[in-house]
């Protein structure tokens, strides 16, 4: 995603700092990328709550990529931005371990195919008198994640339906009067390509394997986890590999049922980790000096905070810097620590998941530069919220041929007060 520096100069003018740049240029190359991955008769859905804007929606309904879906108000963004409800085809999944909120009405009143994660959700959706199709989620018993609370699988995550535990809950679906159309796991894949195909291959394995299990099946998902490198942007994994990987995976299931199966994959970061931008300003550059408690650190102060993007508060995830001067000129180099405006210690870009501040070695910013924060499209606006009552940043859309529009505004105090009411109980 090249970024032009008078174009955020008069971005970051128009609608203020910190705001989120959305590239359609960038979102449609990994789409199409995606599209190559699925070329052999695979589907692509996307896990919305990577990113869950109209636009980005849309963007996927009109590539033909369906939906995962992980709460009510999930599947209604996606009726909303055009994807169909139903199970013919199931375009939109809802994948979830607990029915919360409105959840298990959307999936009643539009035909939502339900993922179910744990068993007493066969439970429930008989109560409510549902008599259709379900798909499982599985925990296979093994999985990778970037850091342990992005791990999806194994016996230290909450996710899905023990492997083990399977012939019971196959057999609780029948007795419910319904029928077993897809089974699923998201096991998150790990950063290189080697661990993503060993998961992978295990994984087709083992639901061939379990496929006696479930006469009705049509269909099996291998999840998302398709890893993005927010180290080394230009450094991603490679594309034929894995559409040969998930073809074999594909014909290995296919072959071990006897009949052609629907394989899916869905991917949230892949999708749209790059085509985004977080640009915030920075207020001030101040410093700390040594002593016997530790080193003293060069605090580059912004206006975006984790209120804004969480990922590296919150797993030390790394994101790329890029410093842009107001005044167009050069900047020395120097360590400096990245932090925000929050009343919060670890306020902070620019650390590691041990909560170590990690200074990174950037042209030293002037009060009133900007930073640009990349690789924020997954997980960044989407994860954003209103602690410390700031609201959130607008999003802006831009097109190749430079069009440019505000997808969302600033949030005010009037929507942070919307839900407060006073109601005698
Ligand atoms: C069920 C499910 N599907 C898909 C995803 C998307 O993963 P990623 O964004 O890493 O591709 C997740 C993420 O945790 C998930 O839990």
């Not at 909450?158 to 319904?178: C, N, R």
């Amino acid at each position: 995603m090249h970024l032009d520096p008078a174009l955020l100069q008069s971005l970051a003018e128009k609608v203020g700092t910190p705001f989120w740049l959305y590239d359609a240029a960038t979102l449609r190359q990994r789409i199409s990328e995606i599209q190559l991955i699925t070329s052999d008769g695979l589907q692509a859905r996307f896990a919305m709550k990577s990113c869950p804007a109209t636009k980005v929606l849309s963007e996927m309904h009109q590539a033909g990529v369906w939906i995962d879906a992980v709460s009510g108000n999930e599947m209604l963004r996606a009726l909303h931005a055009g994807h169909a409800s139903g199970h013919n085809p199931p375009v939109i999944l809802y994948t979830s371990d607990v029915f919360r909120d409105n959840a298990l009405e959307v999936v009643l009143q539009q035909g939502i195919l339900p993922n179910i994660g744990s068993p007493g959700m066969i439970t429930q959706l008989e109560a409510a008198g549902y008599k259709g199709d379900v798909s499982i989620r599985v925990n296979p018993g093994f999985g990778h994640g970037h850091v342990n609370s992005c791990d999806t699988g194994g016996p230290s995550s909450k996710h899905g339906v023990w492997f083990g535990d399977l012939a019971e809950t196959a057999k609780k679906i029948t007795d419910a009067g319904m029928r077993t159309v897809m089974l699923h796991s998201h096991i998150g894949s790990g950063p290189r390509f080697q661990e993503l195909h060993d998961n992978l291959e295990r994984l087709a394995d083992e639901f061939a394997a379990l496929l006696p299990l479930f006469p009705d099946l049509q269909a099996v998902s291998l999840g998302g986890g398709i890893p993005h490198n927010y180290r080394d942007p230009a450094d991603q994994i490679p594309l034929e590999p894995l559409r040969a990987l998930f073809a074999r995976c594909r014909e290995k299931l296919c072959s071990a049922a006897g009949r052609p199966l629907r394989v899916e994959i869905e991917p949230g970061r892949y999708f749209v980790a790059s085509s985004c931008v977080l640009v915030t300003r920075v207020a001030e550059v101040k410093a700390t000096q040594t002593n016997e408690k530790g080193q003293g650190a060069t605090f580059a102060m912004v206006d975006a905070g984790f209120v804004d993007l969480v990922r590296p508060a919150m797993y030390g995830s790394y994101h790329g810097i890029e410093v842009v001067p107001q005044d167009g000129g050069a900047r020395e180099s120097g360590w400096v620590v990245v932090a925000g405006p929050l009343c919060e210690s670890g306020d902070v870009f620019t650390r590691d998941d041990a909560e170590l501040l990690n200074p990174r070695h950037l042209p030293m910013p002037l009060s009133g530069d900007l930073l640009v924060l990349r690789d924020a499209g997954a997980y960044g606006y989407a994860m954003s919220s209103n602690y410390n009552s700031i609201g959130k940043a607008p999003q802006v859309w831009l097109e190749p041929d430079g069009r440019m529009e505000l997808i969302s505004r600033r949030e005010t105090l009037e929507d942070l007060l919307k839900a407060e009411v006073s109601e005698v109980l």
